[in-house]
């Protein structure tokens, strides 16, 4: 049973920091590269970084520079770290797994940043 478990997510005001953390389990955590996705109502869920077994980052260009992706191999987990949050930012956050055949999804958190 794979299961990611996102937590973190709350009301703040815009120019603050939340971080998000997603506890996965029933995975060999080490070996697979995971993300954190965004849905906000009315769109597309939209890719907003990624992060490789060894570390290596990408982000999407709308959170360059505010948000750091990370992950703790050794605790199962992987962080996001959002700062400078804007209204636009305000989404559910999914955390996502791609193992080699399937990808699985967390519940979300619900991030909601007041203007």
């Known amino acids: 049973q794979v299961q990611l478990v996102e937590s973190g997510g709350g009301l703040v005001q815009a120019g603050g920091s939340l971080r998000l953390s997603c506890a996965a389990s029933?995975?060999?955590?080490?070996?697979?590269?995971m993300g954190w996705y965004r849905q906000a109502p009315g769109k597309q869920r939209e890719w907003v970084a990624t992060?490789?077994?060894?570390?290596?980052?990408n982000y999407a260009d709308s959170v360059k520079g505010r948000f750091t992706i990370s992950r703790d191999n050794s605790k199962n987990t992987m962080y996001l770290q959002m700062n400078s949050l804007q209204p636009e930012d305000t989404a559910v956050y999914y955390c996502?797994?791609?193992?080699?055949?399937?990808?699985?999804w967390g519940q979300g958190t619900q991030v909601t940043v007041s203007s």
């Open positions: 996502k797994v791609a193992l080699r055949t399937y990808d699985y």
């Open positions: 029933g995975i060999i955590f080490s070996i697979y590269p």
């Open positions: 992060i490789t077994s060894s570390g290596v980052t």
